[in-house]
C-alpha cells in the first residue's frame, strides 16, 4: 500500500490495473460455471464432486485475493499477509475444530444399538 | 523504546503513505469479520443436518437462482473495481457511474436474497422450523446485513464525490469501501458452495 512517488495522481501498483480487475473477473465467472455445472450435471460419486467444489472455491478465493484485493503487492513489511495468514489460522482451527469436537460428542452421544449402526455405516463392516 | 519507534516497519510506511496505516486497520477489522462469519460457517456445518423432520437445503433452494445471485454480486465486484481506478485516475463522472452501477447490482442481489427469505417463511420455513434453517438464516443473513450496510455507505460516499469532487480523503474512504465489498464477495463464493452447491449435493 506505499509507493516511492506518494504524489496522489500517482497510480500505485497495488491498487491493480484493468487488465487485472478483468482476468480477476472472467476467471471468477470461469470458476463459479464450472463448480456450478459439475453439481447440476453430476456426473462423477457425490464424493468427487464434493472435493472439485471444494477446490474450486479455494481457487476462486486465491483468485480474488490477487486480481481484486491485490494482496502480495504490498511492499516489504507485508503486514496485510501476516493478518491475513493469522486469520486463516484461525479460521481453519474455529471451522475443523468445531466440526471435530461435534462428531465427536455426536459419536459418544449414542446409544449402544447406534453406534452399531454408525460402524456398519461408516466402516461398511 | 522511543528509540524503537522510527524504525518500526509501520512507522516507515506510514512516512511513504499516511492512507497506508487506516488501510491497514481496516484490513485488520476485516479479517476479524471473516472470524466472525468462520464461526457461522462452522455452527452451520455442523448443524446441517438437523433439519427436525422439516426440509432439508436441497429440497428448498433453487440452483439457478442462486447462480443469478452469484453473478450479480460478482459482477459489482468487478465494477467496483473499475470504479476505484476511476477514482486513482481522478475522473468524477466515472467514480459516480460506476459506483452506481455497482449500488445498483448490489441492490439488485439484496432483493433477490429478500425474495427468497420471504419465499421460504411464507411456506413455513422460517428461522424457526429447524437449527438448520436458523444456522442458514443467521448465515446468510449477517452477510445480507453487510451487502445492506455496505449499500448504505457506498450512498453516503457517492454524495460526497457528487458533492465535493475527490480529494484524498474521500479517494481513501472509496478505497476501503471498495476493500469492504470485495471481502463481501468471497464471503458469497463460501456461501454458494457450501450452502447451496453442497446442499443440493445432500451431504
New interface residues.
Partial sequence: ????L?T??Q??AS????RM?VT??MS??VL?LL??AL??N?LFS?RA??AC??V??VV??FV??VF??HVGKE???R??IT??L??LL??VI??F???WI?NNLNYNGMTPTQTDQFIEKDEGL | MSQLVPNS??E??AE??P??KT??GF??YI??D??LF??L???Y??LHNNTFGGPSGNELFS?PFV?AE??IL??S??TC??A??AA???SEAQVIFWFIVTAVLGLAFLSLELKEFTHLVHEGNSWQRSGFLSAFFTLVGTHGLHISVGLMWMGVLITQVVRRGLP?AT?RRL?LLS?FW??L??VW??I???VY??G????
Fill in positions: 500500500m506505499s509507493s516511492h506518494p496522489p495522481a497510480p500505485e491498487h491493480g490495473s484493468l480487475y480477476g473477473f471468477s465467472v463459479t463448480a456450478y453439481v447440476v453430476h457425490t464432486v464434493l467444489i471444494a474450486l472455491a476462486q478465493f480474488q485475493l481484486f484485493l511492499s516489504k513489511p503486514w496485510n493478518a491475513l493469522f486469520m484461525v479460521v474455529v471451522v475444530g468445531s466440526l461435534m | 516497519p509501520l516507515a510506511s511513504h503513505d492512507d497506508s488501510m491497514f484490513w485488520v479479517m476479524t471473516c472470524v468462520a464461526s460457517f462452522a455452527t456445518a455442523v440452483l447462480l452469484t453473478l460478482l459482477t465486484s468487478f473495481g473499475l476505484m481506478l486513482r485516475k481522478r484524498k479517494v478505497a476493500l470485495h471481502f464477495d468471497i463464493i463460501f454458494f458452495t457450501i452447491l453442497m443440493a449435493l445432500r451431504v
